[in-house]
């Protein structure tokens, strides 16, 4: 059964360092999603990407934060500087067209010391 | 906006019994609703979703969940309870009005099934 994967599981960064969080979609998904959750709070929506731009981003979807597709099968996300406040799980997801929900992969886990 | 409450942060369940984890919602338009669950340290795995039709809808392992309109519910049930449904379960709404991609996640509900 075709899957999200994200690499890596777990990543460790200094406050200030940039990262870049990585996922492989589902081949043949055009939608593209980037969401995070707070140890023991909510699911938050951060962003989402078609046709090669963002659609929709949330308010802490700030200058800090893009996303890019740089080739046909990766959808990454990057931090450039960051923050204690950014230690979350975050999860990558993708829709294919016409179908209303979406496949979550099973996270990165960021820890900002 | 759109946006999903879900009541209970914790449900305890005996083992058997049947289960509801509630879950309400509020948009502007027709909304698409969604459970998820997530075990430890795993991702969030759909379990079913509401589009239009039926207004109960049946989803993976057991699950299925009532879309009330009037109510704005879309509360999850299952007739009879397991250890390993013990899990914290999401409730989610897309709105179909303005051509929303994102879908807005509940807090959560932890079930706990006892044995």
């Known amino acids: 059964e075709p899957e999200v994967t994200q690499t890596p599981s777990h990543q460790v960064t200094q406050m200030g360092q940039e990262v870049i969080l990585r996922c492989v979609p589902i081949?043949?998904?055009?939608?593209f999603y980037w969401y995070r959750q707070i140890l023991g709070q909510k699911v938050e929506f951060l962003v989402s990407?078609?046709?090669?731009?963002?659609?929709?981003k949330s308010e802490i979807f700030d200058d800090q934060f893009s996303v890019e597709r740089p080739d046909g099968s990766n959808f990454t996300l990057k931090i450039r500087s960051t923050k204690l406040e950014d230690s979350a799980m975050y999860f990558c997801?993708?829709?294919?067209?016409?179908?209303?929900?979406?496949?979550f992969g099973q996270g990165t886990r960021l820890t900002v010391v | 906006a759109q946006s999903v409450a879900q009541p209970e942060d914790q449900v305890n369940v005996a083992e058997g019994n049947p289960l509801t984890v509630k879950c309400t919602y509020s948009?502007?338009?027709?909304?698409?609703l969604f459970w998820y669950v997530q075990y430890p340290n795993r991702g969030l795995q759909f379990l079913l979703k509401?589009?239009?039709?039926?207004?109960l809808v049946k989803g993976s392992y057991g699950f299925e969940a009532e879309f009330n309109k009037s109510q704005t519910s879309f509360h999850l049930k299952k007739p009879s309870a397991l250890v390993s449904d013990s899990a914290l379960y999401f409730c989610?709404?897309?709105?179909?009005?303005?051509?929303?991609?994102?879908?807005?996640f509940g807090t959560g509900t932890k079930l706990q099934v006892i044995p």
């Open positions: 948009v502007s338009g027709n909304p698409y």
């Open positions: 081949s043949n998904h055009l939608y």
């Open positions: 990407f078609y046709n090669n731009e963002i659609s929709e």
């Open positions: 509401y589009i239009t039709g039926d207004n």
């Open positions: 989610a709404v897309r709105d179909l009005r303005g051509g929303y991609q994102k879908v807005t």
């Open positions: 997801a993708s829709r294919g067209q016409g179908v209303t929900e979406a496949f």
